[in-house]
């Protein structure tokens, strides 16, 4: 199985859309990520995978505190703008200081306020662990996911609960 292999069938499974952002002593830092997902309930951890040659990471690691803002639907700009590397990412790119001191992006879906719990090296990218430390909804609307090597979303009725 060669890594072209594996991209080329991971293209056909969507998955959501994600800023990492801290604020640093210049300003806001951050990166796009498009593997999040929850780690524990007790405690409250979530989980999301880093290039270890990023250079956006070491900058939003050395905050004590970080936001992950979850990206809606026609944010695809936002996620184009924090996907590039180097400095920058944030011009154009709306976002408010939250409660904690964190950056969150503005017109997100949610936010979640973050500390680094774990690191833990896998082939060429980091698998983080972090603590959830509060959580806030800041509107309803459907999701930017990537899928196909662009930008996506998912719609369609709300999903019934689960008895």
Do not use: N
């Amino acid at each position: 199985m060669t890594g072209e292999a594996l991209r080329a069938l991971m293209r056909s499974f969507p998955t959501g859309v994600v800023a990492v952002t801290a604020l640093a002593a210049d300003g806001p830092v951050g990166l796009l990520v498009g593997s999040f997902f929850s780690v524990s309930l007790c405690p409250a951890q979530v989980g999301f995978c880093v290039g270890v040659d990023s250079t956006s990471w070491p900058l939003v690691r050395a905050s004590d505190r970080f936001a992950v803002s979850l990206l809606a639907a026609g944010q695809e700009r936002v996620g184009v703008a924090l996907a590039r590397p180097g400095s920058g990412k944030f011009d154009g790119v709306a976002w408010h200081e939250a409660d904690a001191g964190v950056p969150v992006i503005d017109g997100a879906l949610a936010y979640l306020e973050c500390a680094c719990a774990a690191e833990h090296r896998a082939g060429d990218h980091w698998i983080v662990v972090a603590d959830v430390r509060r959580t806030r909804v800041l509107r309803r609307a459907d999701p930017l996911v990537y899928y196909r090597r662009g930008f996506a979303t998912v719609g369609g009725p709300e999903p019934e609960s689960a008895s």
